[in-house]
């Protein structure tokens, strides 16, 4: 076992970006973006160069990226570009969830946040407003294994929207509707009442709520926040247009290809979700990878446009 490497760091206080920590005292429009579609879920070098062109589609919306990440166990609302490019082409970048930030900042770690981290990070640096590609949720062997994404216990605790497409269609979508539901975490689709399966528009399930505007978002984000009742996220649930999606049979044909290899090849744990992802890579031949960097621009670009109006309005 190596010997852990504690850190020199003495302040272990949030530190932020200059143009970020500017926007906050200001009340300019902030968005929080993740890091670990930095350094674990995009190949090199596509890494990078879609962490920047996530920033610039915020910026393209009116409000400034606030890119979340661990240096050196610097915990970072805003890194700059030679942070974000240390975190894409570092071996070794920790990923990070809630319980993992105050072990990785004493240890000095190089870390990218999860949905959950980022969220948390963000709400407590002041930021309404967070853009991810999809959220986790409940594996599908859950039943057995009990495993189920902390992104969703951490979104039942933090005042936040997230902008996302939906789960992905490796886990379990209907049970994860259901424990957001439980967790009290609000969930409305972006101009649509059917929940987005990520790679695909449709999920498969029903929503109750949509709204059909950024203002209509941030207007209920005022509302939660002057009841002072609900104390987690409001997802927004934005699907990709029809024409931009995976190609539904190739989708299903994929799935269903995968979850045979998986019971073939034993594979359980946390090792699913990597082992299917990587299948759906190779088995559509990169097609998957195109249509999560669409969903991620997309999902950016919106969380831009609600923070603009959210900041208009107060």
């Known amino acids: 076992m190596r010997p852990v490497r504690w850190s020199a760091v003495s302040d272990f206080q949030i530190r932020y970006g200059a143009e970020v920590a500017e926007a906050l005292r200001a009340g300019r429009p902030v968005v929080a973006c993740e890091s670990t579609i930095v350094s674990h879920g995009l190949p090199r070098p596509d890494n990078l160069r879609v962490a920047r062109e996530i920033e610039a589609a915020v910026r393209a919306g009116g409000a400034v990226p606030a890119t979340i990440g661990m240096v050196g166990g610097a915990l970072v609302v805003g890194l700059d570009d030679a942070q974000l490019a240390r975190l894409a082409t570092s071996d070794g970048v920790a990923k990070l969830s809630v319980r993992d930030l105050a072990v990785a900042a004493a240890t000095g770690a190089d870390g990218a946040t999860t949905v959950a981290a980022t969220s948390a990070v963000a709400a407590a640096a002041g930021i309404r407003v967070f853009a991810t590609g999809g959220l986790g949720g409940v594996h599908r062997e859950a039943a057995q294994t009990f495993d189920e994404s902390a992104d969703l216990t951490a ?3 933090t005042p936040i929207a997230v902008v996302c497409a939906g789960v992905k269609s490796i886990l379990d979508v ?3 509707l259901e424990r957001l539901e439980t967790l009290g975490v609000a969930v409305v689709g972006y101009r649509s009442r ?7 528009t449709d999920g498969g399930f029903d929503l109750d709520w949509s709204v059909d505007s950024p203002e209509q978002a941030a207007a209920v984000l005022a509302a939660r926040a002057a009841h002072g009742v609900q104390p987690g996220a409001l997802i927004v649930a934005n699907p990709l247009p029809a024409d931009e999606q995976l190609d539904p049979d190739l989708h299903d044909r994929t799935l269903a290809e995968g979850l045979a290899r998986l019971a073939a090849e034993r594979v359980t744990g946390k090792a699913v979700t990597p082992f299917l992802l990587a299948h759906f ?3 559509t031949e990169g097609a998957s990878l195109a249509v999560n960097v669409r969903i991620i621009l997309r999902n950016a670009a919106l969380a831009a446009r609600i923070a603009v109006a959210a900041a208009t309005a107060g």
Do not use: C, E, Q, Y
């Open 155 to 157: 979104l039942s605790r």
């Open 174 to 176: 209907g049970a994860t």
């Open 194 to 200: 059917r929940f987005p399966g990520f790679f695909v």
């Open 281 to 283: 890579h190779s088995a």
